[in-house]
């Protein structure tokens, strides 16, 4: 029952953020015949703002498991998003594995997971250090990635475009390429996002 709940909640949540995307912010979709129907994906984007998940989820189309901070939950509105849209916490500094394990869980079922190689908003222009995650869960899995490029400005009445590109595929690489790949996945995300 409260799974039938929490999927009611979770539908009503995206129709709100599809129509405030699309009134307020214009919202362009560029390449969505680039996001598989079915088969499992992972989706990586650059991160402007705390819109970019639930844009992500409303235009790709697809079911999908996010990775976040668990440091967002302190904020009771993005904990209550988080429950509902089944969020997997991150805890950088910690050498807790829980999220890594969930998330090849999904995959290896055949699932799709969602995450910012970033690491935090606007992390490149931060001089942040780009995350390796998407590249360790394709290597690990074999799944595809989406690259996803989000520009425009996320302020009221601003537009958005949100740019898939072409699933990139590294089952030819081996599991040490670790940096080669998250450097292909990266400059294909800013590519996307100009």
């Not at 639930?54 to 988080?82: D, Q």
């Not at 302020?155 to 590109?165: A, D, E, M, Q, V």
Request: proline content about 4%; aromatic content about 10%.
């Amino acid at each position: 029952m409260a799974k039938f709940f929490k999927l009611i909640i979770r539908k009503i949540i995206e129709n709100i953020f599809h129509l405030y995307y699309i009134i307020i912010h214009r919202i362009k979709v560029e390449g969505r015949q680039n996001v598989p129907k079915d088969g499992t994906i992972i989706f990586c984007a650059n991160h402007k703002s705390f819109l970019d998940p639930p844009l992500i989820k409303v235009t790709a189309k697809r079911e999908m498991y996010f990775l976040a901070k668990k440091s967002l939950t302190k904020n009771p509105l993005l904990r209550f998003l988080g429950w509902v849209f089944d969020v997997m916490l991150v805890t950088p500094e910690a050498k807790d594995t829980t999220a890594i394990k969930e998330s090849l869980k999904h995959l290896k079922k055949g699932e799709c997971i969602a995450l910012f190689p970033e690491g935090t908003r606007n992390g490149i222009s931060k001089g942040e250090k780009v995350k390796d995650g998407a590249a360790f869960f394709a290597l690990r899995t074999g799944a595809k990635v989406v690259p996803i490029g989000i520009s425009g400005n996320a302020k009221f009445l601003s537009k958005l475009t949100i740019r898939y590109g072409k699933p990139l595929d590294f089952s030819s690489y081996n599991k040490e390429d670790v940096e080669e790949v998250t450097k292909i996945i990266m400059d294909n995300i800013l590519e996307l996002a100009k």
